[in-house]
């Protein structure tokens, strides 16, 4: 009987030892969520100088101020900006998860190159939402805590091509100023190797198409969404084609801005421009008369469904049930025509 007794006794005590010891080394840390007050969120941009990706800035900087007075719980967003080059944007991600980053929210330099990112992230165990610059579906396959938030370049395409059917159905004469019958267009297209390019081209022409608009491509160039290199190739086709060019379509804002700085600083004829994006410059463009219209991707949806992600993965939470992602994994932002009031 004596033997037994002390048996159970060493068994309870190596029990209460293991058990303590879970406690200590963390394996508890998996089965209780944490309490936080404070979440880290690393957040590398593929560069500073991009106009939009300076408005989706400026807003999750005011959606994390928001989620902070919501919830009580410190948001620190560290900003890099990775100035168009890959192994920067790299390395600020193996910072990021050696400061102990809880969610790391990147706009890729090269969305090709997304799984040296993933790799390091999915090591370390730290979940990524990728914004803007999409990677490809295999690599956004390869794990469970990758999400991407952006608006769907076809919808912007089909929104902007929308404007011109439009106007041409009311008065062709808007569209066609020589009344020859055909609207002759010049085309500005951002980065060959984004997502929007291609897909912005393909869908704004075909749009026109669909509705019944005659086109004819008199030249097109990449501009890579900068507003000074489209500016300088605007130069050039208006000394080549002035007469001839009734449209400009750019596949984003920035560009159709640099195209009508060229016909500012040319004095050039009298053009419809169309652009992407709705950034301040853009809608300000819009307003006065010097853009015929453009497409607004809700940037405050876009940085709340970004913090919103990544909030909840930093804190072990369910995601916002008002953000409906596709497959799990992609958020699309709304998107609406904007026209002069
Ligand atoms: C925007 C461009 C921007 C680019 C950056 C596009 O979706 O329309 O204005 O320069 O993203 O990745």
């Known amino acids: 009987m004596r033997k037994i007794g002390m048996g159970i006794m060493w068994r309870a005590w190596i029990l209460l030892f293991a058990g303590v010891l879970c406690l200590c080394t963390g394996c508890s840390k998996s089965r209780m969520p944490e309490k936080k007050n404070s979440i880290r969120i690393g957040v590398s941009l593929y560069r500073g100088d991009d106009t939009f990706i300076n408005n989706i800035r400026a807003e999750l900087e005011k959606k994390a101020k928001e989620y902070e007075q919501e919830s009580g719980i410190k948001v620190i967003l560290d900003i890099q900006e990775a100035k168009g080059n890959q192994n920067t944007q790299n390395n600020q991600v193996e910072r990021f998860i050696s400061l102990g980053c809880d969610v790391l929210c990147i706009n890729p330099v090269d969305r090709m190159a997304a799984s040296a990112i993933i790799d390091k992230a999915m090591t370390a165990g730290i979940p990524v939402v990728f914004f803007n610059r999409q990677p ?72 026109l198409k669909d509705g019944g608009v005659p086109i004819e491509k008199i030249a097109g160039a990449i501009a890579n969404w900068e507003r000074s290199q489209a500016s300088a190739i605007m130069e050039q086709w ?6 001839e060019m009734e449209l400009v379509i750019c596949n984003n804002d920035d560009m159709a801005l640099g195209a009508i700085d060229a016909l500012e600083r040319v004095g050039g004829p009298k053009l419809n421009l169309v652009g992407i994006d709705a950034t301040n410059p853009g809608l300000e463009a819009v307003q006065s008369g010097k853009m015929l219209g453009t497409v607004s991707s809700d940037k405050e949806k876009y940085a709340w469904a970004i913090l919103q992600i990544a909030a909840a993965k930093a804190r072990h939470q369910q995601i916002n049930a008002e953000i409906t992602l596709t497959d799990g994994k992609y958020y699309w932002c709304a998107q609406e025509i904007i026209l002069k009031n």
């Open 238 to 243: 208006l000394d080549k084609y002035g007469d």
């Open 136 to 207: 490809v579906e295999e690599d956004m396959n390869r794990w469970d805590q990758l999400y991407y938030v952006g608006a769907d370049a076809k919808e912007s395409a089909v929104l902007q091509g929308s404007i011109l059917v439009n106007l041409y159905r009311e008065t062709p004469g808007a569209l066609d100023f020589d009344g020859d019958g055909v609207v002759s267009y010049v085309l500005l297209e951002g980065e060959t190797s984004h997502q929007d390019s291609l897909i912005r081209t393909e869908w704004s022409i075909q749009t």
